[in-house]
Each structure stands twice: as structure tokens, then as C-alpha cells.
């Protein structure tokens, strides 16, 4: 078992897959000889060649197009989007084709395919190049999303969204990209898309996080068993849609009390479908109102004030002992 950073878990993950099925190719910028703006594609360019992984113009528009197009036809296309910030340009793709084919053919064409784009704030990059909208693609049915948050799950949910046979939106949050590393198993692994995860035990208040912000979370929650004797229950959400309410349910019937932490803007996002669910079949059980730890419903800043804008330990902190004390 070897100890790796979710770059290369990711880089890891391509390599098995294009192995193990040779339906599998890799698009998009720069994806081949360059080997990728953060090196998530390297060495597959000279291991499996330019009919495999495919460098493509910049035109992120055509790079879903044709992704779509070679799912339906029998391939099975991991689309690489060099950032989050510019897959504007191919929502009405993965909106008007992907996202519908399932439903338009009655069950009778699917599109395997996925998108993988680097997202999220913490490395203190340009403009278009740090947002966070997961919840454009959550709000659109026939797609599901998948967000890592350590390099083990990352592996493992790039298998299965490769495998799935609908379009898979996967997230990678890049401020995680080499922030640690994590002993990633010899042999395949993968993790059910819609299963979250329960990261650390506790009875007195539920966190709920995923993707970069979910190591603030757990020192948030390694903090408040220090200086406050409370056990925060920490759940690792993984996906998107689908969404494990089962999971948020007993987790926060068990506690009363629960803050929910992304790193998105606040209005419309995650946090208030997670809320929401929460009001509609735990309500009874809630001894607070359940908080938000979110970014601003503003572009992210720039360099120094990104910081400002991201949640933290001690906003996540902040958050749950005025639960707890509520």
C-alpha cells in the first residue's frame, strides 16, 4: 500500500482504467504531451498514445460535444476541463445532450462519460480559475456530481464514475491536489456514487463538509473535543447528487445540532439542499437552527483576501459553539 497525494491517486485511477478497459480515453487541453496544467494526466500520453488520450483545441464546448458524442457510441471518455471556470461554455452540452439522452430515448442511449475539472479556492490563482459550482450541476437532473476529499476516495470515486453508466461531473478540489498524502490500497477500490462517509464519531453536534473543506472541518471538530469536551460527528459527503440523506438523517437525529461548511457561495448552494432535508424529516429532532459555514455570494477575491472568502477552522468553529449553545 503505497502513500500518495490525490494528484497522483487521480493520475493513478487513469492509469488502471485505461488498462483494465480500453474503451477508456482521455481529452481535453493539454491532457497529452504537456500531461496536464497540474500533471493529473502524466505519462499516459506515452503509454497509451494520441488515440487514447487526445489533446484537443481550446474549446470547451467541443470537448463535452465530443465526449458525449463518443459515449453514446461506445467509448467511455473522461473530458478533462483545464478549470472550473470555463466550463460555462460547455453547460448547454452537458445540460442539452448529456444530461437528457437517458430520458429522450426512453432508456435506449446513456452517456458514460465524465468530466473532470480542477476546482475551488486555496491556491491563490486568477480569475475564473477558483470558483466553486457544484450547485449549477446539482441543480440539473439526468447528471451526478462527485467531490474527493483525500486521496484514497478520490481514486475510488474516479473508478466508479468511469464506471457508471451516466454523465458523472468530478470535481477535484486542487487545493487538495498535494496538500498530503494517504496510503491509497494495491488493488482497485471504488466507493458507491451517493454514499457519504461518517470520518470521525461523535454525539453532540453533526459537521458536514466535503472536498477541500473538509480538513477544516475535522480540525474544527478535533479542537472542540479539546478545548469544549464535545464530540463532533464529522460526515465526509463525497456526492452530491445523488445525496445520502440517510446518512445526514441519523447522523443529525442522533446529535440535534448540526453545521453545514463548503467553500460555494451561500445562496441557492449545497448547504441549503442539505438544510432543507434536514427541516423536512428531522426537524422534530433539532435542538438549534442548523448554521452555514459557506463562501460569500460574491466572485472569490483575489491572492491575499482569498482567505477571507474561504471557510476556516475558527468560522467553523464559531459556528458550532453558537449552535451549542443556542
Given at each position: 500500500m503505497a502513500e500518495m497525494n490525490m494528484a497522483k491517486a487521480i493520475n493513478k485511477a487513469l492509469f488502471e482504467a485505461m488498462e483494465r478497459d480500453e474503451r477508456v480515453v482521455v481529452l481535453g487541453e493539454d491532457v497529452?504531451?504537456?500531461?496536464g496544467v497540474f500533471r493529473i494526466t502524466e505519462g499516459l500520453h506515452a503509454k497509451f498514445g494520441d488515440r487514447r488520450v487526445i489533446d484537443t483545441p481550446l474549446a470547451e464546448s467541443g470537448i463535452v460535444g465530443t465526449a458525449i458524442g463518443m459515449a453514446i457510441y461506445g467509448l467511455r471518455p473522461v473530458a478533462e476541463i483545464q478549470f472550473?471556470?470555463?466550463?460555462?461554455?460547455?453547460?448547454?452540452?452537458?445540460?442539452s445532450h448529456a444530461a437528457?439522452?437517458?430520458?429522450?430515448?426512453?432508456?435506449?442511449?446513456?452517456?458514460?462519460?465524465?468530466?473532470?475539472?480542477?476546482y475551488g479556492g486555496g491556491i491563490r490563482a486568477l480569475e475564473h480559475h477558483s470558483e466553486s459550482r457544484e450547485a449549477i450541476y446539482a441543480h440539473t437532473p439526468g447528471l451526478k456530481v462527485v467531490i474527493p476529499s483525500s486521496p484514497r476516495n478520490a481514486r475510488a470515486l474516479l473508478h466508479s464514475a468511469i464506471q457508471d453508466p451516466d454523465p458523472v461531473i468530478y470535481y477535484e478540489p486542487k487545493a487538495v491536489y498535494r496538500a498530503f498524502k494517504e496510503e491509497v490500497p494495491d488493488q482497485l477500490e471504488t466507493l458507491p456514487i451517493g454514499q457519504a462517509q461518517v470520518v470521525k464519531k461523535g454525539s453532540d453536534i453533526t459537521l458536514i463538509s466535503y472536498g477541500a473543506s473538509l480538513r477544516p472541518t475535522l480540525e474544527a471538530a478535533e479542537l472542540l473535543e479539546e478545548e469544549d469536551n464535545c464530540h463532533a460527528e464529522v460526515i465526509d459527503l463525497l456526492s452530491i447528487v445523488?445525496?445520502?440523506?440517510?446518512?445526514i438523517l441519523e447522523s443529525v437525529s442522533k446529535t440535534g445540532?448540526?453545521?453545514?461548511?463548503?467553500?460555494?457561495?451561500?445562496?441557492?448552494?449545497?448547504?441549503?439542499?442539505?438544510i432543507a432535508r434536514i427541516n423536512e424529516d428531522a426537524l422534530l429532532y433539532l435542538e438549534a437552527p442548523v448554521r452555514r459555514v459557506t463562501g460569500y455570494d460574491v466572485p472569490i477575491p483575489y491572492f491575499s483576501k482569498e482567505r477571507f472568502f474561504?471557510?476556516?477552522?475558527?468560522?467553523?468553529?464559531?459556528?458550532a459553539r453558537e449552535t451549542l449553545a443556542f
Open positions: 497529452g504531451k504537456d500531461e472550473s471556470g470555463f466550463d460555462y461554455y460547455n453547460y448547454h452540452q452537458l445540460e437528457r439522452f437517458r430520458n429522450r430515448t426512453r432508456g435506449r442511449i446513456t452517456v458514460p462519460m465524465v468530466m473532470r475539472a480542477p445523488p445525496m445520502d440523506s440517510e446518512t445540532r448540526a453545521v453545514v461548511v463548503h467553500e460555494g457561495p451561500r445562496t441557492c448552494g449545497v448547504g441549503s439542499e442539505i474561504l471557510p476556516d477552522t475558527d468560522k467553523i468553529l464559531e459556528a
